[in-house]
Structures are given as C-alpha cells and as structure tokens.
C-alpha cells in the first residue's frame, strides 16, 4: 500500500510526503516536474500527450504472458476508470518495466548528467553505441527476484528485491553500469526500483489527493498484494524517443543461464 515502508522514515511521513507531492505543495511549479509545454523538456504536454524525449536505458520489461502482467494490467485499468483518472497519462501496457539503471536522456540531451568522460558535442547515437560496446561482455547480472511492496504513487508500483541475495545483485549491478557508462549519480545505492503505469500530469487538491491515494491501495490489494518471487532479467539495454516505447539493443549476460545455478553462484 501507499503507506508502506521499505526504508527507515515512518508510514505516516511516508504518506504525507506522497500527499504534499500530489497536491503540489512545496513547489512553485505548476505542473509535475515530468509535465511541460511543447519544445520546454518535459516528456509529457499539459494535457498529457507523449512528447520526444530520447534516450537510453536498462531495464527489464515485464513478461506480457506472466499472471503478473495481467494483473498489472488490471490495476491500470482500474486507475483509468477512477474519478480522478483525468489528473494522469497513462502508459502504453507493452511499455511496462522496471528500470534497474537510468541512462542518458533529454531534450536537451543529458538533463539528468553527462557520461564522465564523454566530450559534450556527442550525440545520443555516439552515446548509446559506446554505451554498447562497454557493456558487450557482460556476464554478471542475468535474473532477479522482485516482489510488489505498494504503491509509491497512484501510478507508480513501488517493487522490493525478494531476499538479500537479490538486493546485492541489484546493487552490483548498479554499481557496474555506473563505472561502465560513467554515470555518477547520487541515487546510486539509494534508488527505489519501480514500475511506472502512468504520469501525474496536474496537482491534486487536498481531498482528491486523499481519495487518489486510498484508491491506488484498494487497487494494490485487489491486483498485486499476494505476488513473491517474481522473476526479473536478463537487463536489457534500451534506446527509446519518448515514454511510450523502448527499444531493446543488446540483452546483458547470457540470458540462457538457468537461474538456480546463477543464484548458487552468488551465494559462494
């Protein structure tokens, strides 16, 4: 549910802190951060239609023949017909992943940093195919279990490693793509993996960001609460223009490796 916690902060500062987001609060913008007018960065209009917003990414889709994906699915069609669908835009079902390390992307390109290293007349294309190339001998990461822990925002699926073993996968992984790609960020051992079905696109009012959220956990409970152990990977390296499709490049490792052997293997 909303109201989860996955780190030290309390459930009640958890939901207000999700509430304050939704209602606008503490921002001067006047749409969300991913929301703008045509030719200003965002990767969304006003009114919710997809925008050019390029890029590269890792991720791992959802398998669309899992039980999982259907009930995602389902959720997300429950969002759409809530009373307060209109404050979103929803995302494509084929689209679903989980990212497990943010590229480069933008419009400017390289609004969330620049590969260290890499000159600043480069274009995506150079990038991705650098990106490419470093990362064709990965033989590390292949799969990971997951499980749904609540949801972080209506439309965002807030997803948790299963045991210990699959967070320290998770976090090697990252730390790998960092010094492969030289993308240095802040998040590094701090990200909160997830799985996005659509995009706040105007603020909430108080009471309308109360019933959105009390809404995503009822959906939460119905679709998603009963799934463990879900199995995610190979990392797949993708390039996408906007938010409505991504484009698999290269698969990392060999996605042919059987997983109770990969596990055994980072159990030693």
């Known amino acids: 549910m909303l109201s989860d916690v996955t780190t030290k902060r309390t459930a009640d500062s958890v939901r207000e802190d999700i509430f ?31 925008m050019h917003h390029p890029g590269n990414t890792f991720v791992c889709h959802v398998d669309q023949k899992s039980d999982f994906f259907v009930s995602l699915c389902a959720l997300q069609d429950g969002l759409k017909r809530s009373a307060l669908a209109s404050n979103y835009t929803f995302l494509p079902q084929h689209s679903f992943h989980m990212t497990i390390f943010c590229g480069i992307s933008g419009s400017p ?43 972080s925002m209506p439309g965002t699926v807030r997803m948790i490693p299963a045991t210990d073993i699959d967070a320290r996968i998770l976090r090697e992984a990252r730390h790998q793509l960092q010094d492969l790609t030289g993308l240095y960020r802040n998040d590094i051992d701090t990200y909160e993996f997830h799985i996005s079905l659509g995009y706040l696109k105007q603020w909430y009012n108080d009471d309308e960001a109360a019933a959105a959220i009390a809404e995503a956990d009822s959906l939460f409970y119905s679709h998603l609460s009963a799934y463990r152990d879900l199995e995610f990977g190979p990392i797949e390296f993708c390039k996408f223009q906007n938010m409505h499709y991504f484009e698999i490049i290269r698969v990392l490792g060999n996605a042919s490796l059987k997983m109770n052997n990969w596990r055994a293997s980072v159990e030693n």
Do not use: C, H, R
């Open 20 to 50: 304050q987001y939704l209602s606008g609060q503490n921002t001067a913008l006047e749409f969300p951060k991913a929301i703008t007018k045509p030719g200003q960065g965002g990767k969304f209009d006003t009114y919710g239609n997809v």
């Open 109 to 151: 390109l390289g609004v969330d940093g620049w590969p260290k290293g890499m000159p600043l007349s480069a274009n995506l294309d150079q990038i991705t195919q650098q990106f490419d190339t470093k990362i064709s001998a990965w033989e590390k990461f292949n799969k990971v279990l997951m499980q749904p822990s609540g949801m």
